[in-house]
């Protein structure tokens, strides 16, 4: 490629090539040049705002010298590449990472300040890339950044929502959704207008002969639209490496407006087709482990999963490979089934388009996918009804019969006569209508499946997938337990902690590599260490105490145990368990004595997360979580002894809060239910202990860290099925001190009994599916067990400081070295300076 540049021409290139600041002044410069020439501001009216997209452009400058050199250095070096498919990046604030990643936010702060402004008050303009609904997309976020940090060669595909997540406002105590658009002044995207796809919606298929004279496929007709592509830059930590993420954005079709319809004076209506077509990308839906079977959303689905097939076929097709080469030169990662779609359209590509037989294509195919199922929910696994595939995409219906067609004639020859399994196994539903089940097609068309936390894998091999482990054997199905950056995760979100941390290891080297975490236990004993981070906590506390104060108007004491429970609100998290906990306390409080109160340990308990809009039963419990709220808070007979807050519009720049002021955080879910959870390694991570079932990664958290250094409760995973049954055919009484906190909730204590009747007899009267009522008591006492144990703050300090030393295995970089490894077989490309 160098040598195609005469030169001359190459010397004048790059002797005027962009070069990255690395002083105070050299930013200051970029600052101001960018403040007075792209903003046109000046001096007299450069508010914070202005000086967020001052910075923010001053850093893509130096992010977009970093992506082009690695895009460049991946294309020569013709390594093999990884694409990671996720409908969801949930990536929160760009600045401050860009800042701690590219090593440059000392100079940037002290910059800001000569200028006359505060770092943190220019980060915090920043509005939130929330393209996520929880930890399926903010696990694909941490991904990327670990990706770009161990400099593999890696791209995320997605959607550019126009609305992200919703904003949640809550009003007399319920959630309103408010639309979140984001993208006014975003400086983090680079629009690509001339890379673009056209990608095709309904038509029909057409049969004819090819040269060969063989059968061959024409799809035809139907409708256009495009996909123009926006590119995000994804700096490593520490390294040159500078990954890409892109966003598709969906648009009419070029000379897809309609002339005729124009001139024929239908001129609005010419217009509302353009719009049809722009509405493909406009919103992000609002659902966690929750599928609604939407025809829009399974257009979303295609035309990304197209647009980025279309691109990465583009790229191959570059290097005048032989198709057989394709799965040596790409990894096509699938983020739970809703990129499923990319499987049949790659099929589609090698043998309608490209003309390779359907062995020759289906070969590449299940090489080159791998499939990642995050939750065993039924309610959160995908199906498509036929009649909807049939009219949207007509081949890849016939492709996904000709895939189950023979995917049985195989099942058939192994397991003769069989004909439970062939149903029970089948791609299609036999139901009214039909419908095609996604993750079997996924697995079907994968070489590797995997679960994300020890259980969840175990489960998938012992339930849903078992048939499938029974055809394919065991090796098809892996586990690779979650993990979160440490960047954003503990550097970022605790610059305090990782300080201290630095200064007993002697730098930062933990950051890169978790493990080294682990000398921290030589000084668990330490005094002054302990002082400091004990210290490090009660300044934590005290920023969350201010935010909170600001934001709901409630004053909590800063010495009180910080409780908290941030994630979507969902029944199967059990937020409901801790709000009648919560409701339990407070009935307990009220009848003390004064000299029994005070030996109460006092309390924060703190909820946060959004409902799904149509989720009425999530919603349900937000409400009782308000109301407990304004009663609670404004008890004198509790003062202090108890305060609940409700934490409006929970999202990541609000974790990056939260997480490190907790002194507990509950991860309830009913045993076998939560995939891994994430949020519990970052709570952990930050020096907060847990209170949690024997569910998703708690597990290996407990291995790691210590059973001494947690609180398990509850029922296990395989209780559950057996309580079930009994609660619905054998006799079932709610836990007597569980009636108790229906008593007062019926009683009118919050607010109108009949609007919380349905979470009660969800539980009384419907089965108690999540097992509120078994495991009430096991909860309550465990709680009780935390009290003592926080009275006791040198022991508990002891516990945190250990607990964060044996966090090394939860880093993304072990992760994605696993993928990389077991799944992927791609190497990083080493970056010389
Ligand atoms: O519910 C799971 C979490 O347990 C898990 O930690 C996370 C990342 O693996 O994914 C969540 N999830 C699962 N989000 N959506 C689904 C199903 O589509």
């Known amino acids: ?118 770092v943190e008050d220019v980060i915090s303009q920043e509005h939130d890339a929330a393209l996520g609904n929880g930890g399926l997309g903010r696990l694909a976020a941490c991904f990327l950044d670990s990706m770009a940090t161990l400099n593999y060669p890696a791209w995320g595909y997605g959607l550019r929502y126009r609305y992200g997540i919703f904003k949640q406002e809550i009003v007399d105590g319920y959630q309103v959704e408010i639309p979140d658009y984001w993208l006014d002044n975003n400086p983090w995207e680079f629009p690509r207008h001339e890379i673009t796809v056209d990608i095709q919606f309904y038509g029909n298929v057409r049969k004819y002969q090819d040269a060969n004279g063989k059968t061959a496929n024409s799809w035809e007709n139907g409708e256009i639209v495009q996909a123009v592509a926006y590119d995000v830059p994804i700096p490593g930590y520490g390294t040159k490496t500078t990954n890409n993420l892109r966003l598709w954005s969906s648009k009419a079709s070029t000379g897809e407006f309609d002339f005729q319809k124009f001139n024929a004076g239908d001129y609005e209506s010419a217009v509302a087709d353009q719009q049809r077509a722009e509405t493909i990308s406009a919103v992000l839906y609002p659902n966690d482990n929750l599928e609604r079977g939407k025809e829009l959303r399974l257009k979303q689905q295609y035309f990304w999963c197209a647009a980025s097939l279309h691109d990465i076929v583009r790229r191959f097709k570059k290097t005048n490979r032989a198709w057989n080469e394709f799965p040596d030169q790409i990894a096509i990662q699938l983020n739970d089934t809703h990129p499923t779609l990319a499987i049949v359209e790659l099929q589609r590509i090698l043998i309608d388009l490209e003309g390779l037989s359907w062995d020759e294509g289906w070969n590449i195919v299940t090489k080159t996918f791998g499939y990642t199922n995050h939750t065993v929910l039924p309610e959160a696994l995908e199906k498509w009804s036929v009649p909807l595939l049939q009219n949207l995409l007509p081949r890849h219906l016939q492709i996904i019969y000709d895939v189950n067609l023979f995917f049985l004639q195989q099942v058939e020859k192994k397991f003769p006569n069989d004909r439970e399994l062939l149903s029970r196994v089948s791609i299609i539903e036999e139901s009214h209508p039909q419908m095609v089940r996604m993750a079997y097609l996924a697995i079907i068309g994968s070489h590797k499946v995997n679960g994300v936390a020890e259980l969840h894998s175990d489960l998938l091999k012992s339930t849903l997938f078992k048939d499938f482990v029974n055809i394919y054997g065991p090796d098809r199905f892996t586990n690779v337990t979650n993990g979160v950056t440490p960047r954003r995760w503990l550097h970022q979100a605790n610059p305090a902690l990782s300080a201290l941390i630095a200064k007993k290891l002697g730098g930062h080297d933990f950051l890169t590599d978790l493990t080294l975490l682990d000398k921290l236990e030589a000084f668990v004993d330490d005094k002054e260490f302990r002082a400091e ?145 994430t949020s519990n390694m970052k709570f952990v991570m930050n020096g907060g202990l847990i209170i949690g079932t024997c569910d998703g990664a708690n597990i290996e958290i407990t291995r790691e860290i210590g059973e001494q250094n947690i609180f398990l409760f509850g029922n296990l995973a395989e209780d559950v099925e057996e309580l079930r049954h009994r609660h619905l055919y054998g006799d079932f009484k709610v836990d007597p001190q569980l009636a108790k906190v229906f008593e007062a909730v019926k009683g009118g204590m919050f607010g109108d009994a009949k609007d919380f009747q349905a979470l009660c007899s969800s539980i009384e009267e419907h089965g108690d599916y999540y097992l509120v009522s078994d495991d009430f008591n096991s909860y309550i006492t465990t709680h009780e067990m935390v009290d003592e144990a926080f009275q006791k703050q040198d022991e508990w300090l002891a516990k945190s400081i250990t607990s964060v030393a044996r966090m090394g295995f939860f880093s993304t970089d072990r992760v994605i070295n696993e993928y990389a490894d077991s799944i992927w077989n791609v190497e990083p490309l080493v970056v010389k300076d």
């Not at 101001?32 to 007299?44: K, Q």
């Not at 004198?636 to 490190?660: H, M, Q, R, T, W």
């Open 1 to 118: 490629v160098e040598a195609s540049i005469p030169e001359p021409l190459r010397e004048a290139w790059l002797k005027h090539s962009a070069s990255e600041f690395t002083t105070k002044e050299e930013f200051e410069k970029e600052l101001v040049r960018h403040i007075e020439t792209t903003l046109a501001r000046s001096l007299y009216n450069c508010d914070e705002h202005a000086a967020y997209s001052g910075t923010a452009l001053a850093f893509r400058d130096r992010l977009i010298i970093e992506w082009n050199r690695t895009q460049q250095r991946q294309t020569l070096s013709d390594q093999k590449r990884v694409y990671y498919l996720s409908l969801e990046f949930l990536m929160g604030r760009a600045l401050d990472n860009a800042m701690l990643n590219v090593g440059q936010k000392e100079n940037a702060s002290e910059g800001l300040k000569d200028l006359g402004f505060r």
């Open 533 to 677: 981070w004990s210290e490090i906590k009660t300044q934590n506390k005290l920023r969350l105490a201010k935010f909170i104060q600001e934001t709901t108007g409630f004053k909590v004491n800063p010495k009180s145990l910080f409780d908290v429970q941030v994630k979507r609100i969902h029944e199967y998290k059990r937020q409901q368990l801790n709000i009648f906990g919560i409701i339990h306390r407070y009935l307990t409080i009220k009848a003390m004595t004064p000299e029994q109160k005070k030996k109460v340990v006092p309390r924060v308990s703190i909820i946060g997360g959004k409902a799904a809009p149509g989720y009425w039963m999530a919603k349900t419990i937000i409400h009782l979580v308000n109301k407990v709220s304004s009663v609670v808070n404004q008890d004198p007979d509790v003062g202090d002894l108890l305060k609940v807050i409700f934490i409006e519009d929970y999202n990541v720049s609000k974790a990056e809060i939260i997480c490190p002021a907790s002194d507990l955080s509950e991860h309830i879910s009913t045993a076998g239910t939560e995939g891994s959870g």
